[in-house]
Every structure is written in structure tokens, then in C-alpha cells.
Nanobody, 123 residues
Framework: VQLQASGGGLVQPGGSLRLSCAASGRTFSSYVMGWFRQAPGKERRFVAAINWRGNSIYYADSVKGRFTISRDNAKNTVYLQMNNLKPEDTAIYYC?????????????????WGQGTQVTVSS
């Protein structure tokens, strides 16, 4: 599986962005998909994840109520809608795929990673 993240950019506080992650490979629809982020000097941290059916979704507490993860298996794409962005959301955002059927939040269990897309929230 190869993952290609896109949609990052510079946005003012309170603004919105939608990240996309396009996957190659016929087994995409069976994988858990996750979004992680890494700020300068910090560890990569969990943001959100969704199972293949879309009926099991987890969010980090810091983004609950502001971010929404979704997926379109027909398009082999997972999305992260980010609203009411804050300066502390600034980071490189990575999408990842986990062969497990159970949603997990630990970066080390994910098998495939995209290249990352920069999100900067600043006035």
C-alpha cells in the first residue's frame, strides 16, 4: 500500500482545511486508516482513526468536536476535515494504514505511512 497525503497549507486561527490521503492497493478498504501529526521537536501523535466500515472512529481529545475523519473506499481515500483550527494544530500531518481490523492509536502498530503534509495555523 502506498499513501499520498495532500491538502495542507497556511490558515488563520479559526479557519478550516481538509486533508486527503489517497491509497494504492486493492486491500485499502480492509485497513484501519489513521491520521497522526508531528510538531517540531515533538513525538508523532495520534489524531484520528477509522475502521474499514466507518463505524468505529477515535479522536484525540485535543481535536474532538473540531476534526472529522471519513473515508471513501470506492475512491481509496481517507479525509480529515479540520475546523476551528488553532495555532497548536500546527504540525506535519501523516496518514497511515494498519492491517488490523481494530482501531488503534499507537503509531508503531501502523504498517504503512504517507509522506506527510504541512499544516500551519498562524495569523
Amino acid at each position: 500500500v502506498q499513501l499520498q497525503a495532500s491538502g495542507g497549507g497556511l490558515v488563520q486561527p479559526g479557519g478550516s482545511l481538509r486533508l486527503s490521503c489517497a491509497a494504492s492497493g486493492r486491500t485499502f478498504s480492509s485497513y484501519v486508516m489513521g491520521w497522526f501529526r508531528q510538531a517540531p521537536g515533538k513525538e508523532r501523535r495520534f489524531v484520528a482513526a477509522i475502521n474499514w466500515r466507518g463505524n468505529s472512529i477515535y479522536y484525540a481529545d485535543s481535536v474532538k468536536g473540531r476534526f472529522t475523519i471519513s473515508r471513501d473506499n470506492a475512491k481509496n481515500t481517507v479525509y480529515l476535515q479540520m475546523n476551528n483550527l488553532k495555532p497548536e494544530d500546527t504540525a506535519i500531518y501523516y496518514c497511515a494504514a494498519d492491517r488490523s481490523s481494530v482501531v488503534r492509536t499507537t503509531p508503531s502498530v501502523y504498517n504503512y505511512w504517507g509522506q506527510g503534509t504541512q499544516v500551519t495555523v498562524s495569523s
